[in-house]
């Protein structure tokens, strides 16, 4: 599941992605931000993902960015 916010003060959008991954490398492409609503925000680099492992923190990503997933993750 992707949660996007795309405007301040604005609910979260959660989407359940399927279409493109394969076990266990998640890319951020840009087919996906468009489907969230956040293709602008790749292009510009303002993109952020929530990095839980390492530096527990919003990090920037770049389209393109692979994330590896960890089971139960």
Do not use: C, K
Request: no cysteine.
């Amino acid at each position: 599941m992707v949660y996007a916010w795309t405007r301040n003060d604005a609910p979260h959008v959660v989407h359940v992605v399927q279409s493109g991954f394969i076990w266990p490398y998640f890319v951020i492409s840009s087919t996906l931000l468009s489907t969230l609503g956040l293709l602008e925000a790749g292009e510009q680099g303002d993109l952020r993902l929530y990095d839980e492992m390492d530096f527990i923190d919003w990090v920037a990503v770049d389209i393109g960015h692979i994330v590896e997933v960890q089971e139960g993750q």
